[in-house]
């Protein structure tokens, strides 16, 4: 078998890490002062990209709920994203997370008609789409103009199909609140 097999394979014995140290001026295992500016850089990268891009949103997740309850009418694409993400079924039997996300749905559609729309229609492999559609069939609360809201999202310029699903649902709850 080779050496360098048996190296990468086993992992070097004694005898081989003395000689591999002593041909290549490396105590032990340290890194070389040369390296560690480098090592330290590559962590920062890795640390701040995992910040960045690697959250991962939760199904039922009341922290992204409190967030785009602060950002309501003021919300960024990424944030509506984020929230449409929570919505699963899952989730159904959360009452707190099931009476807030919806109430946070139509509050973003009477404030953020288009981009919502817009979100929805761009994430819509990624959502769970039937659940926000059951949500906008079942309005909780009766603060937002429903009627409103549809004749908003009838202006918006998005896939037929998914506007006429969603406007079916928002007609199904003006039904049901009037």
Same mark, same amino acid.
């Given at each position: ?36 500016? *480098? ?5 920062? *990268?890795? *640390?701040?990209?995992?910040? !960045? ?28 994203? %984020? ?51 059951? %949500? ?5 609360? %009766? ?17 037929? %199909? *998914?506007?006429?699903?969603? !406007? ?11």
């Amino acid at each position: 078998m080779l050496s360098s097999f048996n190296v990468w394979f086993r992992g070097q014995d004694e005898a081989s890490k003395a000689h591999h140290c002593a041909n290549t001026n490396v105590v032990g295992n340290a890194p070389t002062k040369n390296m560690r500016p *480098l090592i330290s850089l590559l962590t920062i *990268l890795t *640390l701040t990209t995992s910040a !960045l891009f690697g959250q991962e949103i939760k199904k039922c997740d009341g922290a992204v709920l409190s967030m785009i309850t602060d950002k309501i009418g003021q919300a960024k694409q990424k944030e509506i994203t %984020d929230f449409l993400l929570t919505f699963g079924q899952e989730c159904r039997n959360n009452i707190e997370y099931s009476e807030w996300s919806n109430e946070l749905l139509f509050s973003l559609l009477d404030k953020q008609t288009d981009l919502t729309i817009k979100t929805i229609e761009k994430e819509e492999k990624r959502i769970e789409i039937e659940e926000i559609l059951n %949500d906008l069939s079942e309005p909780i609360h %009766d603060m937002a103009n429903i009627k409103d809201i549809i004749t908003r999202v009838e202006k918006v310029k998005i896939n037929k %199909d *998914l506007k006429d699903k969603i !406007l079916e649902r928002l007609r199904t709850a003006d039904g049901k609140t009037n």
